[in-house]
């Protein structure tokens, strides 16, 4: 009996040990979850759902079969297959690239920067009162648009949400009105020290 006794309390103690490993394994979890998804825009929170997943992969990849490595076709492929989808205000959670494709509307923008992540262009989003759009960084000036100069860097502007939009999208907000803008990636503000609108 006492050793019975014994065994059940060792048993006891490590059923609780493992319990207690996987509380904290949970707590950490969120928080990487948090630090991730979240970013802190003055009195708002952003969410974030961006994917390189292997659907995002065979999506993107898919939209950009014909291109030959064309970087025009490529942005703007993605850009058309994304402003197809119906513009609707979301207002509940934000969707994956998945979840906005088979429900028809979401996320656009977040959509968008994971299927140029995934031909490697470099991307970021711009967040503006009430809006969020996505700017990308082009091997070559165009020589009829202007770009969006950060900290001398030009990208040009991709709009998710107006049907039918081009590469070089027009900006239409004052410089003041830019609240950040992110790498969804790695989930970082980048430090903006200059901007400018400009051919």
Not at 102 to 123: C, H, M, P, R, T
Not at 146 to 163: D, G, Q, R
């Amino acid at each position: 009996m006492l050793i019975d006794n014994k065994f059940l309390k060792y048993f006891s103690f490590f059923i609780s040990f493992v319990f207690i490993i996987y509380i904290i394994y949970l707590i950490i979890n969120s928080f990487i979850i948090v630090k991730n998804q979240f970013t802190d825009i003055g009195d708002t929170t952003y969410v974030n759902q961006v994917r390189v997943d292997d659907y995002t992969k065979r999506l993107s990849s898919y939209l950009t079969k014909d291109c030959n490595n064309d970087e025009l076709c490529e942005i703007q492929s993605l850009l058309d297959f994304t402003t197809a989808i119906p513009y609707k205000v979301n207002e509940s959670i934000a969707r994956s690239s998945k979840q906005v494709v088979k429900q028809n509307f979401g996320d656009k923008s977040n959509l968008l920067i994971s299927l140029l992540k995934v031909q490697d262009y470099e991307a970021y989003f711009v967040l503006v009162p009430k809006h969020i759009f996505v700017i990308v960084k082009l091997k070559n000036k165009l020589e009829n648009k202007k770009a969006l100069y950060v900290n001398t860097e030009p990208f040009y502007i991709l709009e998710s949400t107006a049907k039918g939009s081009k590469i070089g999208f027009r900006f239409k907000y004052k410089f003041d009105e830019v609240q950040a803008i992110i790498n969804p990636f790695e989930n970082e503000k980048l430090q903006i020290n200059s901007l400018e609108y400009k051919f």
